[in-house]
C-alpha cells in the first residue's frame, strides 16, 4: 500500500539538509564546499559501517557551519518543508537548538525568528520544536531557550526538547528546565533511552514528558515498559539512526515488535535524514519488510502520530481526516 500519512515527528533541521540546500547556503554565504557531490556526501553522511554515536554527531559539524545566518535559517528550514511535501508527507515538527545557531553573532531570538520567517513561507504543515543541548557549561542559554519557546508558542514554536550527548550529561541533570517548561505551559518531549537506559527515561517521566524521543532502552526494565504503556507515553521511534549509533546490529533485531505488542504506542520518524540517508517513507518500507506490518499497523502508527504530535486540536482533526481517507 501507498504509506497513508506520513507524519515526522522526530526530525532534525542540521541533519536533514539535502544537498540541494547545502549547496544553496553554501552560495547564498560564501562559504566554500568540496565540489564532488560524492566528497560533499562524506561530509554530511554516516555509512552503514558507522561505529557509534561519536562518528554519528560529527556528521553535524559541516551543515552547523552553514547555519548561522538568518537567510540561511529561513532558507533551510523552508526547502526542507517543501522536500517533505514534495515526499507526501501531511505534517512534520522540524527541531533544532537555536544556542547551536548563534556562533556568528545572532542572538537565540533572532535565530527563532528566521526559522519562522522560513517556516511561514511554504504551505506544508510544520511547526517547530526548540531544543535545549545537554551540557555543563550552557545553564543559561538553556533557560533562555525555554523562555523564548514561551514567546512563540503557537506562532510556530509548538514545544521544547532536550538533545546531546545523554550518557555524558544524564537527564537528571536537567530537571529545572522542564520544571520551568511546565510552569510557563509549554509542551516538551525529551531525548531520553538512546544512549542511556531506563534511569534516564524514569527521569524524563518524572519531570511529566508524554512523549520520548527514541525511549527504546526502555525495553530494558520490564516494569518501565508497563508505566510507560499505562501512562500512554509515546516513543519517537527512529530505526535506521539506532543502527547507525549501533543500538542494533540490525533492521531484524530492531524491538518494533516487541513494543508493539506490548502495547507502547510508538511512531516512525528518520531523526536525521541526510546524515542516515533516509527518508519517512525509505523508513516504512524497511520496516514494512522487515516486520510484515499490515495496513491497517501503518495506518495506526499515522493515528498514534497525530495523537502525540504538538499540533492544534483544529490540525490534528485535519490530519486525521486525511489518514482516515486514504486508501
Ligand atoms: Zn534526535
Known amino acids: 500500500m501507498k504509506t497513508p500519512g506520513l507524519i515526522d515527528l522526530h ?27 560524492e566528497e560533499l556526501l562524506k561530509l554530511l553522511r554516516v555509512n552503514d559501517d558507522c561505529k557509534d554515536l561519536t562518528e554519528y554527531l560529527e556528521k553535524f559539524a559541516f551543515p552547523g557551519k552553514l547555519l548561522q545566518t538568518k537567510e540561511g535559517l529561513a532558507l533551510s528550514v523552508y526547502n526542507l518543508q517543501e522536500e517533505l511535501k514534495e515526499q507526501g508527507l501531511i505534517h512534520a ?9 548563534t556562533l556568528e553573532g545572532l542572538s537565540q531570538r533572532e535565530v527563532i525568528e528566521a526559522a519562522i520567517d522560513g517556516l511561514d513561507r511554504s504551505d506544508f504543515s510544520a511547526e517547530l520544536i526548540l531544543c535545549c543541548m545537554r551540557g555543563n557549561d550552557n545553564h543559561e542559554a538553556n533557560l533562555e531557550t525555554v523562555k523564548l519557546a ?24 536537567f530537571g529545572d528546565l522542564f520544571a520551568l517548561a511546565r510552569e510557563l505551559e509549554i509542551p516538551y518531549t525529551i531525548h531520553a533511552g538512546e544512549a542511556d537506559g531506563p534511569k534516564s527515561v524514569r ?6 514528558t508524554k512523549r ?16 510507560i504503556v499505562a501512562e500512554g ?30 502495547g507502547v504506542r510508538i511512531t516512525i520518524n528518520t531523526d536525521n535524514m541526510t546524515v542516515s540517508n533516509v527518508t ?20 495506526d502508527i499515522a493515528r498514534n502520530s497525530v495523537r502525540a504530535s504538538f499540533a492544534s486540536e483544529e490540525t490534528k482533526k485535519i490530519l486525521l481526516e486525511k489518514i482516515e481517507k486514504a486508501e
Do not use: W
Open 150 to 173: 514561551k514567546d512563540y508558542l503557537g506562532k510556530g514554536v509548538c514545544a521544547v526538547d532536550i538533545a546531546g550527548a545523554e550518557a555524558l550529561f544524564p537527564t537528571e541533570n
Open 11 to 37: 526530525l532534525h533541521l542540521d541533519g536533514s539538509l539535502s544537498v540541494k540546500s547545502v549547496k544553496e547556503l553554501a552560495a547564498l554565504q560564501n562559504i566554500e564546499i568540496p565540489e564532488k557531490e
Open 93 to 101: 515538527e522540524i527541531r533544532f537548538a537555536p544556542q547551536l545557531h
Open 280 to 299: 519517512l517513507g525509505s523508513e516504512f518500507r524497511k520496516l514494512i519488510a522487515a516486520f510484515a506490518l499490515t495496513d491497517e499497523e501503518i495506518k
Open 233 to 262: 507515553i509515546t516513543l519517537e521511534l527512529c530505526p535506521t539512526s539506532n543502527l547507525h549509533t549501533c543500538m542494533f546490529p540490525c533492521i531484524e533485531e530492531y524491538p518494533l515488535r516487541k513494543l508493539m505488542e506490548a
Open 203 to 208: 527521569k524524563a517521566l518524572e519531570y511529566g
Open 212 to 227: 520520548l524521543g527514541h525511549g527504546v532502552r526502555s525495553l530494558e526494565d520490564p516494569a518501565l515498559i508497563e508505566k
